[in-house]
């Protein structure tokens, strides 16, 4: 199987390069393009993803309800419903963009697209990129950050919601 390419993007998020994913990764000064999707059931809980062991990001830890690369020339709504078809196995029909933000660790640098989504399951999603998948309470996310349990990105992720409904 062919190796995934990303586009390498500036701060103003035009594409100045491609490059393999394995150059990518590993180093925080090629910016790539990543589309997140927080999905929401009616009451208003949060599902996040138990990432598989074989990650290389974050394994077994609990993340952001679906996340991904945007491919090159991929429109980033068209990439946050395929990313949600891949990952939950469903095709979201009421994708709300909310915000963008940068995300940068020792490992990678991401300009993130989040998108908001309602939908209450069933999820036939990926067992070989996905332990599990459960709607969280924001009570119980916010004991469970800086336990461990939580994904870094999506700590951040959260902190990030949680501003722009404050805003």
Do not use: C
């Not at 390498?8 to 090629?30: D, F, K, M």
């Not at 969280?136 to 800086?146: P, R, V």
């Amino acid at each position: 199987m062919p190796e995934e390419m990303l586009e390498i993007i500036n701060a103003e998020g035009n594409t100045i390069g491609i490059r393999p994913r394995s150059e990518i990764h590993g180093n925080p000064s090629l910016m790539h393009k990543v589309v997140h999707v927080l999905v929401f059931n009616n009451e208003g809980e949060l599902l996040l993803q138990k990432r598989s062991m074989n990650k290389d990001v974050a394994p077994g830890m609990w993340d952001t309800s679906v996340g991904g690369h945007v491919a090159p020339g991929e429109d980033i709504i068209d990439a946050a419903k395929r990313e949600m078809n891949e990952e939950l196995g469903v095709l979201p029909n009421n994708l709300q963009q909310i915000y963008s933000f940068i995300y940068k660790n020792d490992y990678e640098l991401e300009l993130v697209f989040t998108y908001k989504a309602i939908h209450n399951g069933p999820f036939p999603f990926d067992r070989e990129e996905i332990d599990d998948v459960k709607f969280w309470s924001f009570d119980e996310i916010k004991k469970a950050i800086g336990t461990g349990l939580l994904s870094n990105n999506f700590e951040t992720e959260f902190g990030e919601y949680l501003r722009s409904k404050s805003g």
